[in-house]
């Protein structure tokens, strides 16, 4: 259990804000527990940044209400929000120490040499730097860089951690390193954390919550597991994962009847090819198109007999290892284990 109190409950109501006639954020509503990593997931220019600029008092909002453990910080400029933030390119000091740059903030508010020297130290531990305090910021690795970033911002114990894309300039094994870190000192301070990041795979293994963007509107917000597997929308479908889309007339060879409206989302994973794929209700004879191995599963493109639109599945490596391109096998799906959405 953290020896840290949780803090930072985010509330926002009919959050607007405009550039010209560009609508950027929508009258977005959320609610925030303490303690919660929550992930503003969406494409470029869909307003996640811009709310997270709106929460650190950067964007002024033009109508709405923001509030932080039931503090009005609407109107409040950026020093005065209790809200910490980590910059995409870090922006930390290069002439100054690795343990000078986590004590700036503390310094700029006049704390006592004691109390610097003790809570620097204190975080060094946490973020394991504590060797590398005397450094120079251009001595160190990517990923030292980050941790100090984050040292920095967790230092002065801030309600909230706002975090605009940090990760996106590390190699994929750090990155995914980092990621592990990151969540793991998420739990260990007890810190609200607001991860903005436009990569799906990222979201969904961090946060305990995500909030999907388009078009400045949230189209959904939830765990991972149930914006995976119950979609609201076509966007959250395919936006959140690879998924197969198929109208009624798609489904038509399947024997399968669904509403004009509907779309069924079958995930690749979902998919069964081989002698299995007999014993389904939904089935036809395939060719395989393409290929891929990733890790110990194989992701395969396929042309259904009888449908236009190419499929994807995804299957255990062992299964498809006798299958190459042009080879004809079973195809088949569960349309139960599948997801509806409007068209």
């Not at 230092?155 to 995914?176: F, M, T």
């Not at 198109?289 to 259904?304: C, D, S, T």
């Amino acid at each position: 259990m953290s020896a840290f109190q949780k803090l930072g409950s985010v509330q926002l109501r009919s959050v607007r804000k405009t550039f010209g006639a560009l609508v950027a954020v929508d009258d977005v509503d959320l609610a925030i527990d303490a303690g919660e990593f929550i992930a503003f997931l969406g494409p470029s220019g869909c307003g996640k940044t811009t709310l997270l600029r709106v929460i650190a008092g950067f964007e002024q909002a033009d109508a709405g209400e923001l509030r932080v453990d039931g503090k009005d910080l609407s109107r409040l400029p950026p020093n005065r929000r209790d809200v910490g933030l980590v910059f995409q390119n870090l922006a930390l000091f290069p002439h100054l120490s690795v343990a000078e740059n986590v004590a700036y903030g503390l310094r700029v508010r006049g704390r006592p040499d004691e109390e610097v020297s003790r809570k620097v130290g204190d975080m060094l531990s946490l973020v394991d730097l504590t060797a590398l305090a005397d450094r120079r910021i251009p001595q160190l690795s990517g990923g030292q860089k980050q941790r100090v970033a984050l040292a920095r911002a967790l230092v002065l114990r801030p309600s909230v951690l706002l975090l605009d894309e940090p990760l996106s300039a590390l190699d994929a094994k750090l990155r995914r390193q980092l990621q592990v870190d990151l969540k793991s000192l998420q739990r260990e301070m007890a810190t609200t954390f607001i991860f903005v990041t436009h990569d799906q795979e990222e979201a969904l293994s961090m946060a305990d919550r995500v909030a999907v963007f388009n078009r400045g509107k949230i189209e959904q917000f939830g765990d991972p597991e149930t914006l995976y597997g119950k979609p609201r929308s076509r966007f959250v479908a395919e936006f959140v994962g690879d998924a197969n889309l198929r109208t009624a007339q798609q489904l038509l060879p399947f024997g399968m009847d669904l509403p004009a409206d509907e779309l069924l989302v079958i995930r690749p994973e979902q998919c069964t090819i081989g002698a299995a794929a007999a014993a389904l209700p939904a089935q036809r004879d395939a060719v395989v198109e393409m290929k891929e191995f990733i890790g110990p599963n194989a992701r395969l493109r396929l042309k259904v007999d009888g449908v236009d639109d190419p499929w994807l599945a995804l299957c255990p490596g062992a299964a498809a290892s006798e299958l190459h391109v042009g080879a004809r096998t079973r195809f088949g799906f569960d349309p139960s284990r599948s997801a509806r959405v409007k068209a």
